[in-house]
């Protein structure tokens, strides 16, 4: 069993392959991108950015660190795990996308799956924070860790087997575009119940959550869903303070609510995610 970094990149640029030559990546015409001293590769032009530095902050990315590194999400992970390996081939590398790494986590638990199970992934994680591709790198260099765009995938053609899309922001038209025929999306969001105590004390009145997921988008035909549910003990303020920081919470609540939250001492909340997954037609 082996884990490898994935090797079909393109460029942002012209859309032209992608070779390695010593600590950078070149196309035939010339554009030239770096390997930081980290392990990752920047693969975002400062033309496509929306703002000086996009994505999630230094301080969100490390809360998301020290809130995951106590496995409060690894049913997900494990949940995300069986999807993907369920069915696959044992002849040839499963090539799987996070698309949207964060900080890599999920990518780690579902090479710790691939390893227990005995199969060879080959594996991307990208994310516009160069903050969280920079965390991500430095916990595990098998993986290839780019920093760049959903909107732009700097992947080849018919190059995946899977892209997970966890709680991020899907751009399916390029999802479909890098999966091979047959090849499957997974999509993970958050369910109406998702963090309900937690959101409000923040908030006065609750929104319902939106029905994502329930039509097939362009290219993609629906398999089937799961929904994972389960009490999370929150047992002090830093951890409650972790949680909300790695969430839209942290900036969307209004003052009053976050001084509700920072009172806390202890939260009981509840986890409540879809998987659903897609086929690529």
């Known amino acids: 069993m082996t884990i490898t970094p994935f090797q079909a990149l393109t460029c942002p640029l012209d ?4 070779s390695a ?3 950078r990546w ?6 030239s991108f770096d390997t930081a001293r980290q392990g990752y590769v920047h693969l975002l032009p400062v033309q496509n950015k929306r703002s000086r530095d996009p994505g999630d902050s230094k301080d969100m ?6 809130f995951l590194a106590h496995d409060d999400y690894r049913p997900i992970a494990e949940a995300v795990g069986r999807r993907v390996l369920a069915g696959a081939p044992s002849t040839a590398p499963l090539r799987c ?3 949207g790494c964060g900080e890599g986590y999920y990518l780690r638990m579902l090479a710790e799956s691939a390893t ?3 199969r060879d992934l080959e594996l991307l994680g990208l994310d516009i924070s160069k903050w969280a591709v920079q965390a991500a790198a430095r916990q595990d260099r098998r993986v290839r860790w780019l920093v760049a765009s959903n909107a732009n995938l700097p992947v080849a053609d018919n190059a995946l087997d899977w892209v997970l899309c966890l709680f991020g922001f899907p751009v ?3 999802f479909a575009r890098v999966l091979k025929p047959g090849g499957r999306l997974l999509q993970v969001d958050a369910g109406p119940e998702h963090l309900r105590q937690l959101r409000e004390t923040l908030y006065p009145q609750l929104r319902e959550s939106a029905n994502t997921g329930a039509d097939a988008p362009a290219g993609f035909e629906r ?3 799961e929904r994972i549910h389960y009490p999370l003990t929150l047992p002090s303020q830093e951890r409650i303070a972790d949680l909300l920081a790695m969430t839209p919470h942290g900036y969307r609540a209004k003052a009053e609510g976050l001084a509700r939250a920072a009172a806390l001492d202890a939260l009981e909340v509840t986890v409540d995610v879809r998987l659903v997954s897609w086929q690529r037609r």
């Open 15 to 18: 859309g032209a392959p992608l």
């Open 21 to 23: 030559e010593e600590r």
């Open 26 to 31: 070149c196309c035939p015409s010339g554009h």
């Open 61 to 66: 990315v490390a809360a998301r660190q020290r």
């Open 97 to 99: 996308l996070d698309a």
């Open 116 to 118: 227990a199970a005995g």
């Open 172 to 174: 399916y038209d390029q």
């Open 223 to 225: 398999e089937d869903e």
